[in-house]
């Protein structure tokens, strides 16, 4: 019998390639086969880790199928797109879609995802560190100085293809670092704010309410499609998904509150807003941090502007209400918007008319106390009082009949307003309306 020694039968015979293998290598086979499973196992131990950060997927999720479809697109390797940003009002659900799609794309990004919360404000060089070390680099590798330690993560996102959720974001600055550049990898950013100053490559999605049919499912969900009575429900929430969330929580979560009668809650004009809470969910803890981030004259205007319940205004209409200039004014509406406290209405005619801004009604009501709390008495009626001697001199300019159409649903709140204040001014609005309007006016309305 020949010899069981491993070492004898490496030796073998002179035409078996062990014996080449074993010449050429100066070891025996046995010894370089256990080398290299060594290397193996070495060579698996220091691969990067996979990360996995993103939060769970959101409870009752609906709708957003447009949003997904569009994240997927700008996702899909061939796109050349390298993230999408997410914007919308306070409430919108831009984190729960951010969330939700990352989950769904998750085969598009087999090496991860990394999720970041911007809001508190971290440096990018403390960002940058705490993401590399989630790809695997120790604490020890990472570099001291910014520079470098920014370049690190880059090469680290070009050698893979990672999502990375960077949510909350409150400046340019601090996220514009932070985007992908070249590779694979994909950024799914979310803001309360515009970021127009962002470097391009970005898809912008503006996030806006949910239509009816996806709110009652949203409620369906949580409570059961034998909910009874939930068209009041979603008009009070109007469209907006954390006040959806929370009302569906509270049905689900009280076993004596009925849909009805948490309408009837939601329905007061005072302490609507503390019904919408649900533990440490409030909307208006969710408002209130977008109106503590304004500049204290961006507040006075967002507050003063629901003194008056129009549809619609103008920045004229805007100046009357805020007590201030005009040429003022402009800019701290187009900054409200940008900050997703005011929504923009194209005019019916986009060569004419100026720009046209509404609040939303959840919004409005956040305003209304917000006015009621902060600003001395009689502050709503000298901001009335300046609106309907606005409107006033605008009928004695005796506008063109696209004005009496594009304030139509306003002027019965302005007859309202001057019959309480002014009965002269009410008198010389319906002589305005006489002369000029056909008789599809809204005179009826409000006489």
């Not at 920014?150 to 959720?165: C, G, I, K, N």
């Not at 008056?308 to 805007?318: E, S, V, Y």
Request: glycine share 10%; aromatic share 4%.
């Amino acid at each position: 019998m020949p010899p069981s020694d491993p070492a004898c039968a490496d030796r073998g015979h002179p035409g078996d390639p062990r014996t080449a293998l074993r010449a050429e290598i100066g070891a025996p086979v046995h010894t370089v086969l256990q080398l290299g499973e060594l290397a193996l196992r070495l060579r698996r131990g220091r691969q990067p880790p996979r990360p996995a950060e993103l939060p769970p997927r959101p409870t009752g999720f609906v709708g957003r199928a447009r949003e997904i479809a569009t994240i997927a697109h700008a996702a899909a390797p061939a796109s050349g797109t390298t993230g999408v940003l997410l914007t919308g009002r306070p409430g919108a659900g831009k984190t729960a879609l951010a969330v939700e799609a990352g989950h769904r794309l998750g085969e598009l990004f087999p090496d991860g995802a990394l999720g970041v919360e911007l809001r508190d404000g971290r440096s990018v060089y403390e960002v940058t560190g705490r993401l590399l070390r989630s790809l695997g680099v120790p604490s020890a590798d990472l570099p001291d100085r910014p520079g470098p330690r920014l370049a690190a993560y880059h090469r680290a996102l070009a050698e893979r293809r990672v999502l990375v959720l960077l949510d909350d974001v409150a400046a340019t600055a601090q996220v514009a670092p932070l985007l992908p550049v070249g590779g694979g990898s994909f950024a799914l950013l979310t803001s309360r704010h515009t970021l127009p100053m962002l470097p391009p490559g970005l898809v912008r999605l503006r996030i806006g309410d949910l239509d009816a049919a996806d709110a009652r499912r949203l409620l369906e969900v949580a409570v059961g499609d034998d909910l009874d009575g939930p068209a009041e429900l979603i008009r009070l929430c109007a469209g907006l998904p954390l006040a959806l969330r929370i009302v569906a929580a509270r049905l689900a979560g009280e076993s004596d509150l009925s849909p009805a009668r948490l309408a009837h809650l939601l329905g007061r004009r005072r302490g609507m807003l503390g019904e919408l809470r649900a533990g440490e969910q409030t909307v208006e803890a969710a408002f209130a941090l977008s109106y503590e981030a304004l500049a204290p004259a961006q507040r006075s205007v967002f507050r003063r502007l629901a003194a008056a319940p129009l549809r619609d205004l103008t920045p004229g209409a805007a100046a009357a209400l805020a007590g201030r200039p005009e040429e003022l004014v402009g800019p701290l509406l187009r900054g409200l918007h940008g900050a997703h406290l005011l929504d923009l209405r194209p005019p019916a005619d986009s060569d004419a008319g100026p720009a046209r801004y509404e609040l939303h009604a959840l919004l409005r009501r956040y305003a209304e106390q917000r006015l009621s709390d902060s600003e001395p008495p009689g502050t709503t009626q000298a901001a009335q009082d300046r609106l309907t001697r606005h409107y006033l001199a605008l009928l004695d300019r005796c506008p063109e009949r696209a004005w009496f159409t594009a304030e139509r649903d306003n002027l019965p709140v302005v007859a309202d307003l001057l019959a309480r204040s002014d009965p002269a001014g009410s008198d010389r609005l319906a002589a305005a309306l006489a002369r000029r309007c056909s008789p599809r006016a809204p005179r009826a309305r409000w006489r």
